[in-house]
C-alpha cells in the first residue's frame, strides 16, 4: 500500500447500481484538480468551504453529465486534507469517465483503505476507530451495527486510553526510580502498584471474556443443527431462513455436506449450519460428512439437537462444552397427536413441526434469547476485533509477568521492562504503536473509497 500523502487521491465511495453515485477526491489541490473539469456559476476554488454546488462536469467541449460538488477543506474534512465529494447519476459509465478525466488533471486512483489511511495519519481517528469504518459498512443487523458505532465513536478507544496512561505513569515512576537506583529512592510505592496491576488485570481480561459475544455477533452466531437421518434438519433450516436453502426428502443420509446460511433474528444474525445425519455407515461420503459434522458441532456457540417427537427417547444426548448452549428439538408433532400444540416442556424440549412452522417462533425466542445484547446497545465495550483480542491476550501475558515480577521483589529493571511490553500491545491496538506492515494488513482489507 502506498502511503504517499502528497497525492490526489480519487475513487468511488458509493457501490454501483444506484440512481445516485459519490465520487471521492482527497488532497493537497483537490478542489483545484475538480475545478478543471467543472463549470458552474462559480469556481469551486473560490467557493467556501462546507457548501454543495451545482454545475456540469466537461470534458472540453463535451458534457459529462450534470452533478452537485460538495467542497471541504483541512483540517476539518474526513481525512484532514481538502477534499471534495462529486454526486452524480449512478451510470458505471459516467462514473468511470469522471474518474479517468480527474486522473488526467493530476489525480490518481485511491488504494484500498486509503482515505481511512490518511485520516489516522492525520489524527482524526486512532486505529481501532477506523477499523469499525469497515466493520460499519460491513454491518448487517442491529447488534452488529451497535458494535460497529460504539467502537467508531471512540468508547473503546477512551477505555484502554485511560487504561495506558494509568499504566504509563507508573512505568514512569518505575523507570525514575532507576536513574536514582544508587541513593535507592522507591518513587512508585509497591503496594500502590500492584492494586493498580490487579485493577489493569481485572480490565483487560474482562475484554477479553467479552471477545466470544463480540466475535458472534460480529461473524454470526454459529448455530449447529444436528440429528439422526431424516430427522428434519434441512427441513428446519429452509423454515428458520424462509427459503429452501438446503435439499429435502424422505431419503436417510440425503445431506452430505454441511450447508451453512445466515438469518437475522431480531437484530442478531445466526449462521446456521445443517449437518450430514449421525449414524453408523459403511458410506464413505456419508462419513466424510459426519466427520465434518463433527467438527462443525466442537466450533459451535449453540447446538440445535433434533429428535423424532415420536420417539424422543430414541436419540442419545449430545454433551456440549461449557461455554456452548444445547437447544433441544423434537420435530414432527404433525405426525404425533398426543404432542401437539407444546411450546417448551420441562426439560426444556421445544416441539415443533418443521414442516408446518408449528413451534418454530418459540425456537426462535430461544435462540435469541441465549444471546445478551442488552450491553451492546448500552454502549458497553465489547471487543469483536481478532487483532485486538490477541493484542489483549498478549497484555494480560505481560501484566501476569509484571505481578510475578513485583511478588518476587525483582528488580525494578525486570518490572519496566514488562511494563513496557504491556504498554506496546495496548498501543498496537489505537495505533500508538504501529508499523507500514501492520497498517497495510489492516486497510488492504478495506473498499476502494474508505
Known sequence: MRFDQHDIIVAPATATGGAIAVIRVSGEGAVECCDRI???????????????HYGEIVDGGRVLDDVLVTIFRAPHSYTGEDGVEISVHGSRYIVSEVMALLVRH???????????????????????????????????????HSLASTQMRGGYSASLAELRAKLLNVASLVELELDFAEEEVEFADRSHLAAMLDDAAAQINHLCDSFRLGNAIKEGVATVIVGEPNVGKSTLLNRLVGEERAMTSDIAGTTRDTVEVMCNIDGVVFRFVDTAGLRDTDDQLEQMGIDRTMRALEQARIVIQMVDANDPEQSEAIVVGAEQTLIRVANKIDKCAASAGRGADADNTIYISAKSGEGVDE?????????????????????????????????????QQARRALDDGLS????????????????????????????????????IGK
Not at 112 to 128: I, N, P, Q, T, Y
Not at 415 to 439: A, F, K, N, P, Y
Open 38 to 52: 467543472f463549470r458552474g456559476r462559480t469556481s469551486l476554488a473560490a467557493a467556501k468551504p462546507y457548501t454543495v
Open 106 to 144: 493530476g489525480a490518481r486512483m485511491a488504494t484500498a483503505g486509503e482515505f481511512s489511511v490518511r485520516a489516522f495519519l492525520a489524527g482524526k481517528m486512532d486505529l481501532s476507530q477506523a477499523e469499525a469504518v469497515a466493520d460499519m459498512i460491513a454491518s448487517s443487523s442491529r447488534a452488529s
Open 363 to 399: 425456537l426462535r425466542r430461544q435462540l435469541r434469547a441465549t444471546i445478551d445484547t442488552e450491553r451492546i446497545y448500552a454502549g458497553e465495550t465489547v471487543i469483536s476485533n481478532g487483532r485486538h483480542y490477541e493484542a489483549l491476550e498478549h497484555a494480560s501475558r505481560a501484566l
Open 412 to 447: 525494578g529493571e525486570l518490572l519496566s521492562e514488562e511494563l513496557r511490553e504491556i504498554l506496546h500491545h495496548l498501543g498496537e491496538i489505537t495505533g500508538e504503536v504501529t508499523s507500514q506492515d501492520i497498517l497495510t494488513n489492516i486497510f488492504s482489507k478495506f473498499c
